[in-house]
């Protein structure tokens, strides 16, 4: 009589599984008792907060509007195209710019309000003797004014008044 324990295994070790149609080895299996995946160093688990924390607020959907917000101030202005729809882009004003609180102010007349506030500081150079690139112009409500924009920009009228300021650079002394 012949045995059958041809098909059994020997040494109770089972057989390799049979090789997957292509020819690769199986995939490992996961090691069932692995812990999970620990977050970085001094980060709660996902989901998990400190009491007192709340998780970060989702991002803001862009609708296309500038990156850059404007100033509360400059969104008080007219926009520059209504501004010289309204006074005419070849009027001449005249704005009176203080140096200092010991100077009286000096005036600066015939400027068109197209006129970029780079020119004006040529011209308050010009006048108080203070270069332009040391200069900083703020309106009476306290807004600087930037070199590229122009008078309109800032809705500047004949007789409006402009304090003149050192402008300050950077750094520690």
């Known amino acids: 009589m012949e045995d059958d324990d041809d098909d059994k295994p020997k040494g109770g070790v089972p057989p390799p599984p049979p090789p997957n149609p292509a020819g690769y080895p199986p995939p490992p299996t996961a090691m069932p008792d692995a812990p999970p995946m620990m977050p970085p160093y001094g980060m709660p688990p996902p989901g998990m907060y400190p009491p007192g924390m709340y998780p970060p607020p989702p991002p803001a959907e862009d609708d296309g509007l500038e990156s850059k917000r404007q100033r509360t101030e400059e969104s008080s202005l007219i926009p520059e195209h209504i501004f010289l729809d309204t006074h005419g882009p070849t009027k001449q004003i005249t704005i009176s710019v203080t140096p200092s609180a010991t100077n009286p ?59 003149l300021m050192v402008r300050e650079r950077g750094g520690r002394r």
């Open 105 to 163: 102010p000096v005036q600066i007349v015939g400027l068109p309000l197209t006129l970029p506030v780079l020119e004006l500081k040529k011209r308050v150079e010009v006048a108080v003797g203070m270069p332009a690139s040391k200069q900083k112009l703020v309106t009476a409500s306290g807004l600087p004014l930037r070199n590229e924009a122009t008078l309109a920009f800032y809705n500047l009228k004949d007789g409006d008044q402009l304090r």
